[in-house]
């Protein structure tokens, strides 16, 4: 009788265990930036997790795309092509350019770096200085967008003659995304549980790369 109970518990413990690890498996994803899932799906091609991007603080490249299952006019994206200085604004396809929300052309997309060293910083919402956004499948029951940024500046995103770690956040949110996150939580990191927080509905998957801005 002892040893049939001594072995229940030893098949007792090792269930407990699984369980155990089972449960904590989708916490460890989530620290280390493993996608969300939403009814809108967000694939970032570029940065991926660990590259080392761009040239002298600089020039890295944030490639996206987003698949809403609803009509182009749902989505209120548009297309455009803008940039800085002569860019901002000008034909063929006119869009303002600058930090915040892009209220015009993509008013849900939220795009955060955690190395931001201007404007608002880590919560500075940079949606608004992607230089390209258009569609690139459109059909009578789904859209999608895609948007791509080319950062021009130096010493905001990077550090010229360093290498800055940075950590890339991508969501969309329904209506029009905010210009600034709040860290509402006082954590020190600017993420889907902060728009929450401000009373934004996510409606996409939430991306995360971890990823290194070369400054040299």
Known sequence: MHSNFARLGIAFT???AIAAMTALAPAQAAAAGKDS???????????????????????ILVDLKAEFDTPLAATGASPELTGPAAHNNTAPLP????????????????????STRN?????????????????????????????????????????????VPSRLFVAVVKGTAPDVVQDMDGNGVFDEKDLALMGFEIISSVVKRDFVVNGF
């Open 14 to 16: 090792g269930v407990a």
């Open 37 to 59: 899932e939403g009814s809108v799906n967000i694939e970032v091609f570029t940065p991926k997790s660990g590259n080392l991007s761009g040239v002298g603080g600089r020039a």
């Open 95 to 114: 869009g303002s350019f600058g930090d915040g929300a892009n209220a015009d052309h993509f008013p849900g997309l939220v795009v955060l770096l955690s």
């Open 119 to 163: 404007a608002a910083g880590p919560g500075q919402n940079h949606a608004n200085a992607f230089n390209i956004t258009t569609i690139t499948d459109r059909r009578s029951d789904k859209t999608e967008v895609w948007s791509t940024w080319i950062v021009g500046a130096p010493n905001t995103i990077g550090i010229q003659g360093q290498n």
